[in-house]
């Protein structure tokens, strides 16, 4: 089912700035959470209670006041989903969980990469609770509701193995799809990482596959960096674009 309105919140969160998206159904109150890598107790104060820093971006209501005006009077998270299991986008996860009685969603592809947050973040001094262990698996073409928000899942690997694109079909408006890194404005994800399964004629042919069919006017979250769309990117993207030469020795862009 198509959301009407949805709102979106950007929170670039974490030693990498990833982006953590918070989705919320406003005539529902329905929230999920999607890669929720750093900046928790962040998150969650704002969720709860619109306290301490707020998104970087956002579409929809900016206080307690804002939001009862839209005609929901508090919001409740339903479900935690990631995009892959590097541990900027799940090393806080388990933080989450604790809050949040609720499934975590992941690609049974990446587990095992999920199992190496905590270490892959000491290589860079940084401190991570136990990883997490996902209690529900996403897989190729399912659609999945959340409460009152539905998700289409796109596995895109190479990036990592278990990589999804998230497409949010919003019936007013254009469609909206949180890729993790598997896309970036001008660019994409690294596929040299270890232990990932990075290969970038993998990531290439998913790209080309899986999202360049989609709408143009998609809006595209990358998981790290500016928004953009599936049209631009699809005509203008230097590496996987139409207009793209070769890319001998070209690895890709952050985490």
Known sequence: MKLESPWIESFMV????????????????????IDGGSESER????????????????????????????????????????????????????????????????????????????????????????????????????????GSISLKILHTPGHTLGGCCLLLGV??????????????????????LPNTGGDFEVLSHSIKTKLWPLKPDTVVHPGHGPLTSIGVEKLTNPYVGQSSQSNDGFIGKYM
């Open 171 to 192: 019936s007013d408006g254009p469609d909206h799809l949180f890729v993790g890194d598997t896309l970036f404005a001008g660019s994409v994800g690294r596929t040299d």
């Open 43 to 146: 998150i969650i104060s704002w969720i709860e209670g619109f306290d301490g820093v707020g998104p970087n971006w956002s579409t929809g209501p900016q206080s307690q006041e804002d939001m009862q005006e839209s005609g929901v009077l508090s919001r409740k998270v339903v479900a935690l989903v990631n995009t892959h299991a590097h541990y900027d986008h799940s090393g806080h996860i388990p933080n989450l969980l604790q809050r949040y009685d609720v499934d975590w969603y992941l690609h049974e592809d990446d587990y095992f990469l999920q199992t190496l947050a905590k270490t892959s973040a000491a290589r860079r001094g940084i401190s991570l609770p136990e990883p997490a262990e996902a209690t529900q698996k996403i897989s190729d073409e399912q659609t999945l509701d959340f």
């Open 14 to 33: 974490g030693d990498l700035q990833m982006r953590c998206s918070v989705v919320t159904d406003l005539a529902t109150g329905d929230t999920i959470i």
